[in-house]
């Protein structure tokens, strides 16, 4: 199956720094799709990225994928309290066909006021 | 329609006994899909429907899980026998998938489960 490697596992940061989160792949990915967990709470879906090449803005949060489709990333600026979680990318299925969704270990996010 | 549902929230049960779970997923979506998620980890895949029809189980999952979908709209899954090791957070998600594109996973609250 599909296997994404994210980095930074972990990742502290003062309130107001930028905070960026990697997902790569081996295999050329249809598509993939990024959540947010907070602590002690649920995953929430943020975005899904189809094309080569796609950036996509929500507010302070941007997602991009790459050119090849083997990598993605998260990129908030400014961070606030409120970021603080576990951000899972999370790549679909085969050749267009999403089939199930197979997630990472995530990045954990902490954010100090 | 207040999204997806999962009961119990919490169940603690001796090992060797059997627990059932459900889920209620959104009414509109026709895929429903559990997961399991234990600390530090993200949710690992067990199963998934479409409508009625269970299309994948996971190659992980031994015969002591069991999940349905009867009518296609409400899920149980049953482990039975259970053991220490399946003391985890399973979530349920459900998602609208139509012309081979997912328009994201709505997941429910999970119910933690705590095998003593």
């Known amino acids: 199956g599909q296997q994404v490697m994210q980095i930074p596992q972990y990742q502290h940061v003062q309130e107001g720094e930028d905070f960026t989160t990697y997902c790569n792949s081996s295999t050329t990915l249809s598509n993939i799709q990024w959540y947010k967990q907070r602590p002690g709470g649920h995953p929430v879906f943020l975005i899904q990225?189809?094309?080569?090449?796609e950036v996509k803005k929500q507010k302070r949060l941007t997602f991009q994928f790459g050119e090849a489709k083997k990598n993605s990333s998260l990129h908030i600026t400014a961070t606030q309290t409120t970021d603080v979680g576990t951000y899972f990318c999370?790549?679909?299925?085969?050749?267009?066909?999403?089939?199930?969704?197979?997630f990472g270990t995530g990045t954990l996010l902490a954010v100090q006021p | 329609d207040t999204g997806v549902s999962q009961d119990p929230r919490h169940k603690i049960t001796k090992r060797g006994q059997n627990v059932t779970f459900r889920c209620d997923p959104i009414?509109?979506?026709?895929?429903l899909y559990w997961y399991r998620q234990t600390l530090g980890q993200g949710p690992e895949f067990l199963t998934y429907?479409?409508?009625?029809?269970?299309?994948?189980k996971s190659r992980l999952l031994s015969d002591r899980f069991s999940a349905e979908r009867p009518k296609g709209s409400f899920s149980t899954l049953e482990i039975q026998r259970t053991e220490q090791g399946d003391s985890a957070m399973y979530l349920c998600?459900?998602?609208?998938?139509?012309?081979?594109?997912?328009?994201?996973?709505?997941f429910g609250s999970g119910t933690r489960l705590t095998v003593v």
């Open positions: 990225l189809v094309k080569s090449g």
């Open positions: 009414s509109e979506h026709n895929r």
């Open positions: 999370a790549p679909g299925g085969y050749g267009g066909a999403t089939n199930k969704l197979i």
């Open positions: 998600a459900s998602s609208l998938d139509r012309d081979r594109i997912n328009y994201g996973y709505t």
């Open positions: 429907f479409q409508n009625e029809a269970q299309l994948e």
